[in-house]
T-cell receptor
C-alpha cells in the first residue's frame, strides 16, 4: 500500500464551483499533515496545515479523519488561478520525514 | 520574505560526471532537506540534515550521494557519478522545527546526457 495516496485527476471544474480532494495515508502514527500546491515545473508551496479540529483559510477548508486515515481539502468558489496540482503531505514512517502524495491536478475553466 | 535559494537553476552534465547542487536555506531554520522530482512523478525525499549530520535518508540516497554544510549558510548535495536516471528537479527545503512546514527553493533541474 502506498504511504500517501491521491486521485491524480485531473478534476476539471468551472469557475465558481466547489471541489474536494481526498488523500489517504497508511501510517496510523502520523502526526503532521499538510496541503501543498505545485504549479507546473515550480516548487511546492505550502497551502495550509491540517489540524485535528479542521481548519479554514478563506475559500480553503482542510479536514482530518484519523479513524479512516484520510485528509481532505475543499475549495469553494474556484478561481482560474486555483489551477494547479495539490499535494497531500504527511510525516511518514520515519517520524520526521515528510512524504508526498502523487498530487491531484485541478483545472478550473472559464 | 525570507526564501530558500538554489543554484544552479539548470545543469546539464555527462553521465559519470560529478555534480554539486547548492542551496542557501532560510537563515533561522535548523533543518535542511533535499527532495527530488523526476518529470511527471511525485516529490521524493532524499535526505534530511540537522546539527551538521544526516538525520534521515531514503533508499534513493545511496553512496553516490552526499550532503554537506561547508559554512554557516550553504547546504550542498553532491552526486559523485551521475547516471541517466538522476535527471530530475532537485529541491532544497528548510524548516524551523520537525515535523513542520517545509519551505522549498525553486529547484535545480539536472539533465544527465
Amino acid at each position: 500500500r502506498k504511504e500517501v495516496e491521491q486521485d491524480p485527476g485531473p478534476f476539471n471544474v468551472p469557475e465558481g464551483a466547489t471541489v474536494a480532494f481526498n488523500c489517504t495515508y497508511s501510517n496510523s502514527a502520523s502526526q503532521s499533515f499538510f496541503w501543498y500546491r505545485q504549479d507546473c515545473r515550480k516548487e511546492p508551496k505550502l497551502l495550509m496545515s491540517v489540524y485535528s479540529s479542521g481548519n479554514e483559510d478563506g475559500r480553503f477548508t482542510a479536514q482530518l479523519n484519523r479513524a479512516s486515515q484520510y485528509i481532505s481539502l475543499l475549495i469553494r468558489d474556484s478561481k482560474l488561478s486555483d489551477s494547479a496540482t495539490y499535494l497531500c503531505v504527511v510525516n511518514g514512517d520515519a517520524g520526521n520525514m515528510l512524504t508526498f502524495g502523487g498530487g491531484t491536478r485541478l483545472m478550473v475553466k472559464p | 520574505e525570507p526564501e530558500v535559494t538554489q543554484t544552479p537553476s539548470h545543469q546539464v552534465t555527462q553521465m559519470g560526471q560529478e555534480v554539486i547542487l547548492r542551496c542557501v536555506p532560510i537563515s533561522n531554520h535548523l533543518y535542511f532537506y533535499w527532495y527530488r522530482q523526476i518529470l511527471g512523478q511525485k516529490v521524493e525525499f532524499l535526505v534530511s540534515f540537522y546539527n551538521n549530520e544526516i538525520s534521515e535518508k531514503s533508499e534513493i540516497f545511496d553512496d553516490q550521494f552526499s550532503v554537506e554544510r561547508p559554512d554557516g549558510s550553504n547546504f550542498t548535495l553532491k552526486i559523485r557519478s551521475t547516471k541517466l536516471e538522476d535527471s530530475a528537479m532537485y529541491f532544497c527545503a528548510s524548516s524551523r522545527r520537525v515535523p513542520g512546514e517545509l519551505f522549498f527553493g525553486e529547484g535545480s533541474r539536472l539533465t544527465v546526457l
